[in-house]
């Protein structure tokens, strides 16, 4: 996995805004499981005219099973109206073994990979993101096939799995999220994964205040990286993150670009928008 300088891809899909979403339903979404691995998919009808990206959401411990239909509840219907918004693939896998399970993770990574093959997705923008456990499973989804990924958002996330590489976390564009009065899972978690981050090029840890009087940001001066730590919020801060255009504005301004020859090219679009595009591995089919 390299790094090539390039564009963000600057495709901003809709314009920016408050959003207000709308109970997400089973009627929203296809049935796409494997005997393995429940999930459900929505598809977005601007696929008919060419392809979208797509977002992979994790869900938590709260809804781990295999009734298909758990992880489509509450906690999705933000992520699912701004999908709907900027015609993006929303894929929704269920898992009964948690996140931190290597074959949970493979199998999702399976299942992208049929989409790819039976939908009209966009190979250069799957996106992951995850709350809770899926926080987690968000990290160690980058870990172990970061390469396929334009970026990522772990929210109030948990630990990745033990002997996570940080190296490989650092070349997947991430912005994660915490509150700092979260009572289930400790926003040192999140911080101890992104100082983690930050020691692969020796980058000068951020300075967290230790009375917050406002929401703390940082953003890496070499990397992309962004840690956003709330002042309150405490555990369900899913639904402010997934109700933040600015935050969808950053995540599909990425795009893999193809390796044709390995070379870093700088180029910039029509719009003017120059950054960080990163190099994709060959597909897997």
Request: one cysteine or more; aromatic letters at 10%.
């Amino acid at each position: 996995m390299r790094l090539c300088f390039a564009i963000l891809c600057g495709l901003v899909l809709c314009a920016s805004g408050a959003t207000f979403s709308s109970a997400a339903s089973l009627r929203d979404f296809i049935d796409f499981s494997d005997p393995s691995l429940p999930g459900r998919l929505y598809v977005p009808p601007q696929a008919a005219t060419g392809p979208r990206p797509l977002i992979v959401f994790l869900h938590g411990a709260g809804e781990s099973g295999a009734d298909n239909t758990a992880q489509v509840n509450g906690n999705i219907d933000n992520l699912l109206t701004a999908a709907k918004a900027r015609g993006a693939y929303l894929y929704a896998p269920q898992t009964a073994i948690g996140w931190n399970s290597s074959t949970a993770i493979d199998r999702v990574m399976a299942m992208v990979d049929r989409a790819s093959a039976e939908q009209n997705v966009d190979e250069l923008r799957f996106y992951a993101t995850g709350l809770s456990m899926g926080g987690g499973g968000t990290w160690n989804l980058i870990n172990r096939h970061g390469d396929h990924f334009a970026a990522a958002a772990p929210i109030c996330a948990v630990l990745p799995a033990t002997g996570y590489s940080a190296a490989n976390l650092a070349e997947v564009p991430t912005w994660a999220f915490h509150a700092k009065d979260d009572a289930t899972v400790s926003y040192t978690t999140t911080r101890s994964v992104v100082a983690n981050i930050l020691g692969t090029t020796g980058e000068t840890l951020p300075a967290y205040p230790v009375r917050p009087t406002a929401d703390f940001a940082f953003q890496s001066s070499t990397l992309d990286l962004r840690h956003t730590e709330y002042r309150t919020g405490g555990h369900g801060i899913w639904g402010r993150v997934y109700n933040t255009p600015a935050f969808y504005d950053w995540m599909f301004a990425h795009a893999l670009v193809p390796e044709p020859s390995g070379l870093a090219v700088m180029f910039v679009t029509g719009l003017g928008m120059l950054g960080t595009c990163r190099q994709s591995a060959a597909r897997r089919r």
